[in-house]
């Protein structure tokens, strides 16, 4: 067996379906985990519709921690689900703050194809504090029928969307007026969108050394990568049995698992060939990323961690316009003390040292092989039954 194949699909940041080396030998997607993507066709019921389109947002782990109630006409209220969070990683659930803001922004763009506006209120029974969600919404949308709403051109974006881990093009820049676009894109949000491409090596380099020492942290962090186990989807039936997580299809690794040589009940040692051979391969893929993007804002309450969430996707699905891929790399960004020196390094790279200024995204960027898409769990999962 090759062992380093087998290692290679679980770095770089999270599982990647590693389907280049042994294409022919993988075990293959199921479809009815992707059946999502290829949107809600003629559903007949407009909230549905809607949702169909706002479950392939972006969510951190690909956990989709939305529930929604349905149960007032013309009105969505979207809660969060409180099994679904991620403690070790994500200790004050910022990020899964965010991954409700991308699912909104897909919500709102799918209700303008329909002619409705959606009128979103935050959190309308109050903010969570700072430390978890709690059973209250954080959003009421209420779809009202208005003939002035403009369609966003975005939508055509939105099946076509992917979180893409491969290996980028290294001499082939971002272009100027892609970043421009995306920079555009977040402009009805008040956060700072910042981008270094190749013209900037130092920056380059700073980011990337910085990135693979998160890289490194999370993966030696035990009860870290414990939680991503968690959550790791080996091989069709698991994926196709939960529609969520992190997966990985490649043979060896699938294999592995059947004859219990893949354990996920304990952490990967330091200086297992696990953990230093993802990390090699993690920093060979930062070697080979022309760009980076961040995004900063002033404070860090829940209102703006959910409007950063909107403002990313809003920039993925422009750089999906253009061609190019992008990938999160939050590991520097998450609040768990083990992270707190690439965390200080960071914010003072992207000029975010002041106490509530936070950077609530971090991406690779560049132009890559197209990947497909991450199973989704469909509407009928996040109903709430009233
Ligand atoms: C807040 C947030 C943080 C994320 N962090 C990472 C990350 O650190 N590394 C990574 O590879 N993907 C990251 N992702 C991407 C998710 O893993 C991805 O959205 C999910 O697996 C579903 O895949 P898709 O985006 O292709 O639909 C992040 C996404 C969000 C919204």
Redesign the pocket.
Known sequence: MDRRRFIRVIGG??VVAAASASAGCSQHMPAGAIEPWRGPGQEADVRRWILGYAI?A?????LQSWLVDLSKPDEILLLCDLARLLPDSDPFSR?TM??HG?FLELLDIAARERGLRADISLFPEGPFGPSSPDQRPVARIRLVADPTVAKDPLFAQILIR??N?AAYEPARPVPPDAWAAMAASVKPNSLRFGFAGLDQPDALRRHRAIAAEAWRIELTTPRVIMETYKVLRVGAAEIEQHRDG?FVLDQLPVLMNQFGLFDRNKPPAADDYATTSQIKDFNAKLETTPGFLWMVTDDNERVTQVNA?RA?VRVQLVATAAGIAL?????ALQEYPEQAQPYAEIRSLLDASQAKQTVQ?WARAGFAPPVG??PRRGVDALLVRT
């Open positions: 940041g999270f392939l972006p969510h951190s782990h690909n990020q965010i991954s991308t992917r979180t881990r992190l969430g990313y990938q999160p790399i939050q590991q995204m898409p991450a």
